[in-house]
RNA sequence: GGUCCUGUGGCCGAGUGGCUAGGCAGAGCUCUGCAAAAGCUCCUACAGCGGUUCGAAUCCGCUCGGGACCUCCA
């Protein structure tokens, strides 16, 4: 089998992935801010690196994923009055601080279960992490690459850059950044306009505060990931993840934070997933065309003729590369939901069916083509995780399985090792790897003997020709939502809408 | 303004210089008591203009369009 290859955002170039520790992956993903409710947007990383963790036990690794939580408030940092998310928001709702970061919390661990995500092995808070983001700053002031301005200390991005490529991962020019010539308001405290806070003095109404060596304040939005990874993933790890959108100034700003404090670059390799747009323009608070993830699942909102299935954006973003943009339209999640159903069916007939040995049938060019498209799933996956292609050959393999239930092609057209790869490759692909799961709930032995209780008085009334009996079950079924299909074979299957 | 990405058939989207990805929609056919599925077939596109090449959606240049980051942002 081929090499696992990633695209590293730092190089810029596909790189064959080797991890520090032979049979180990450490993995950091910036987590969400748990100031809000999290939208279509948030779910493209959380979805995509579930990918990739999966992926990566699927080869073996051991993986340990840490996904932070950001519950302590960010200011703004430049050009702004500087405020906090979270207080304000706070003071709004009228709840507490932390009562409302459980909130949403909650909320975004509902919708990542709902997504059919891999908890993370580790969840850490930012909040939690006050201690350990402290020592890091400090050890960056004792180093020289840090001051303290009024209760406030800043990273020194000229002297930093003097010696290291600051700006080389976001493809920015230091210059650039130093020489501005922009007049900005609120940073007088700083030496240059480049500088980022790593602790900031807190306003007397600001009410996440923690006591610190420079007095009354809270950390800097980069240096919670930055202590958080070194804490749990070690000063050297081997992936780190997150949105495009954080390359510069966050990720930009973790590299040096960490290079001072712990002696080398923090990541071996930086994944980067690219936005989801809305009529082309990136969804964002800032451009008002949000879509939250309770209006999907619910259909509540006015962009939406109804309401989608988790699964149903999971296999949507899916079904395009992790790097590139992926525009949302109700159309082409219609277009995902009928398609995911398509699959999920031919899948279940799949994992139903038996093999029975028959020599004269067996199809060489068939065998051949399926083999091909099987194989190719791990190409596709190892070359930078292309689930688009790896579906594509799924779909492919779709009708083979559809002929073989309806009996127009032989389950033994394939030989009795390539048919028990499909079963297996595609359990592996369809639910390990790919983390799709049904779409109908029907799991219930209950109804189920209640179906095929319908389901047989219907095969009697067609045996004797009573189209009236089989008709009215089907039609009043069809009323419940329920689906019932006659099938070539003479079986008839069932789903709900 | 700076840096970078991008422009594929009705829609969404893969695409490694040569071998029509795939999904959805549409059309026709087959199967079928009817229906729904399913199967088969068709729709063979790469913003425009040049260039490199035996050969370009793929490489280079220009033009036009779209977007991201440079401030919080997945």
Redesign the pocket.
């Known amino acids: 089998m081929s090499d696992l290859k990633v695209y590293n955002s730092y190089s810029r170039q596909k790189e064959v992935f080797t991890p520090l520790t032979p049979g180990h992956v450490g993995m950091y993903v ?1 987590g ?2 748990v100031s809000g409710e999290s939208h279509l ?2 779910a ?2 959380y979805i995509t690196f579930d990918v990739i963790c999966r992926y990566l036990q699927h080869l073996g690794y051991k993986v340990r994923y840490v996904r932070n939580i ?1 519950d302590a408030g ?1 200011f ?4 702004r009055e500087a405020e906090d ?1 979270i207080s304000k928001k706070a003071v709004l709702e009228k709840l507490e601080p932390m009562e409302l970061v459980q909130k949403y919390t909650n909320l975004f661990h509902w919708a990542m279960d709902q997504f059919n995500t891999v908890p993370p092995s580790i969840e850490p808070t930012a909040t939690g992490h006050i201690v350990e983001q402290i020592e890091m700053i400090k050890k960056i002031i004792e180093a020289g690459y840090a001051y303290e301005v009024n209760g406030s200390v800043y990273f020194d991005v000229k002297k930093y850059a003097a010696s290291h490529d600051y700006g080389k991962l ?4 230091i210059d ?2 130093l020489e501005t010539t922009r007049e900005l308001e609120g940073q007088e405290e700083k030496r240059d306009r480049s500088d ?1 806070a790593l602790w900031k003095n807190a306003a007397p109404e600001h009410i996440m505060r923690w006591q610190s060596p420079w007095g009354v304040g809270f950390p800097g ?1 980069h240096i919670e990931c930055s202590a958080m990874a070194t804490k749990y993933l070690g000063a050297q790890f081997d992936i780190h993840g ?9 990720h930009e700003s973790e590299i040096a934070q960490s290079t001072i404090c712990n002696h080398s670059a923090p990541v071996r390799y930086w994944i980067h ?5 809305i009529n ?8 008002n065309n949000v879509i939250k993830l309770t209006e999907l699942f619910s259909g509540n909102h006015p962009l939406l003729e109804k309401a989608y299935h988790p699964m149903v954006i999971r296999f949507f973003i899916l ?3 992790y790097r ?4 949302f ?1 109700n ?2 999640l ?3 939901e ?2 995911l159903k ?1 699959l999920w ?2 899948y279940e007939k799949l994992l139903a069916m038996s093999y029975e040995p028959r020599e004269e049938n067996l199809d060489k060019e068939l065998e051949a083509r399926c083999s091909k498209l099987i194989a190719e799933l791990d190409e596709f996956m190892n070359d930078d995780f ?1 689930t ?2 790896a ?2 050959n799924i ?2 393999l ?2 083979v399985i ?2 073989m239930k ?1 009996k ?1 092609i032989p389950v033994s057209a394939l030989s009795a090792a390539t048919f028990e790869l499909l079963q297996n490759k595609l359990k592996t692909y369809v639910e390990g790897i790919l983390g799709l799961k049904s779409i109908t709930e029907a799991d219930n032995d209950k109804l189920k003997g209640v179906m095929q209780l319908l389901i047989d008085i219907r095969k009697e009334a ?1 045996g004797k020709k009573d ?1 009236v009996t ?2 009215k079950i ?1 039609n009043q079924l069809a009323q419940l939502g329920i ?6 074979s003479g079986e008839m299957s069932w789903n709900i809408e």
């Open positions: 910036c969400p801010t947007g948030h493209r990383p950001t960010h703004e940092e430049e050009g998310k976001s493809g920015r020019v650039d950044l980022f939005w997150g949105g495009m959108d954080l390359l510069f100034p966050h997933n690219n936005m989801i747009t082309g323009r990136k969804m964002g608070k800032s451009y079904q395009t590369h590139s943009t992926l525009d339209s159309e082409a219609l277009a995902s009928k398609g398509r069916e031919a292309s688009a292609k579906l594509a779909f492919e779709v009708p559809n002929s309806d127009t067609k189209f089989s008709d089907r689906t019932l299909k006659d099938e070539k």
